[in-house]
């Protein structure tokens, strides 16, 4: 009703959004440093007065004693042939008259011993990447100290080649398809012979009568072994505090962390800290 009468409304809540203005790159994998905030996005003032002041050092000063909630929302990079490792961010204070973090032209480094408002951790994964085939496969008799082979092409092209790793089974060789004695003593060994291709092979190390494995279906499964891989895409999270009771000289700032070396916070208006005062 107020906005129809042409008054502009009133809230309870007064806001402030600090953001960045360049990409932060890590100097160092496994340390903690302040992010980097330097641009005002926009503040709201009671009685004249900002709630919350942004410093040269990127931390950010309470002005006004009250509840609050903060908000950080952080964007990690997409990068391509880079493996991700656990990656840390969250929300700091330091209560008033405290020692301050030393005003430096580069990332500041911290101990990351201040009061956590909120964290978060996140795991990397580092799976190797894997393609599977399935075909029917009838190894017939394995003599004593006889081999079966079969080369088989993986369906998906690109993904192995040689000095890659494979396994491999075969739905016959069983206790119930070709007795105890013989499928402990059938040696089954995959190996990957070049772009592609797996070779199964199949060995008879014991048994004298001979190993009969039936038709059946072989199943393989390869992956590349490559040390790290990565390809990760733009990572946008939100983290939020419970409403905490903040007082006039408290400090406020948020972390991150990267266990990657050359990893980095982008620079967007998905990057930013918000200060929300609710009473």
């Known amino acids: 009703g107020g906005a129809k009468a042409g008054t502009l409304p009133t809230y309870g809540v007064t806001r402030a959004r600090y953001g960045t203005a360049v990409e932060a790159f890590l100097p160092t994998a496994g340390d903690f440093y302040v992010l980097p905030l330097s641009v005002v996005?926009?503040?709201?003032?009671?009685?004249?007065?900002?709630?919350?002041t942004l410093n040269a050092d990127n931390t950010i000063t309470i002005n006004t004693s009250g509840l609050y909630r903060l908000c950080l929302c952080v964007d990690w990079p997409g990068q391509h042939g880079v493996d991700n490792d656990l990656r840390s961010y969250g929300i700091r204070r330091r209560k008033a008259g405290a020692l301050k973090i030393a005003v430096t032209p580069d990332l500041i480094k911290v101990p990351d011993t201040d009061q956590k408002?909120?964290?978060?951790?996140?795991?990397?994964?580092?799976?190797?990447?894997?393609?599977?085939?399935?075909?029917?496969?009838?190894?017939?008799?394995?003599?004593?100290?006889?081999?079966?082979?079969?080369?088989?092409?993986?369906?998906?092209?690109?993904?192995?080649?040689?000095?890659?790793?494979?396994?491999?089974?075969?739905?016959?060789?069983?206790d119930n398809a070709i007795?105890?004695?013989?499928?402990?003593?059938?040696?089954?060994?995959?190996?990957?012979?070049?772009?592609?291709?797996?070779?199964?092979?199949?060995?008879?190390?014991?048994?004298?009568?001979?190993?009969?494995?039936?038709?059946?279906?072989?199943q393989v499964v390869a992956m590349n072994s490559v040390e790290t891989r990565g390809e990760s895409a733009d990572a946008w999270t939100v983290l939020n505090t419970a409403t905490e009771q903040l007082n006039v000289g408290d400090t406020l700032y948020a972390v991150f962390m990267s266990k990657t070396p050359g990893d980095y916070m982008q620079t967007s208006e998905s990057v930013y800290l918000q200060v929300e005062r609710w009473a």
């Open 179 to 218: 007795g105890v004695v013989a499928a402990t003593a059938l040696i089954v060994n995959a190996k990957v012979i070049g772009a592609d291709k797996v070779r199964v092979s199949l060995f008879n190390p014991t048994i004298a009568a001979g190993i009969n494995v039936p038709a059946g279906t072989l």
């Open 117 to 174: 408002l909120a964290t978060q951790d996140v795991p990397g994964s580092d799976p190797p990447q894997t393609v599977r085939y399935q075909g029917a496969w009838t190894p017939g008799v394995i003599p004593l100290g006889g081999m079966v082979s079969t080369d088989v092409v993986m369906p998906t092209a690109g993904i192995v080649t040689a000095g890659d790793l494979a396994l491999a089974s075969h739905t016959a060789i069983s």
């Open 41 to 52: 996005n926009f503040q709201d003032k009671s009685g004249g007065t900002s709630d919350s």
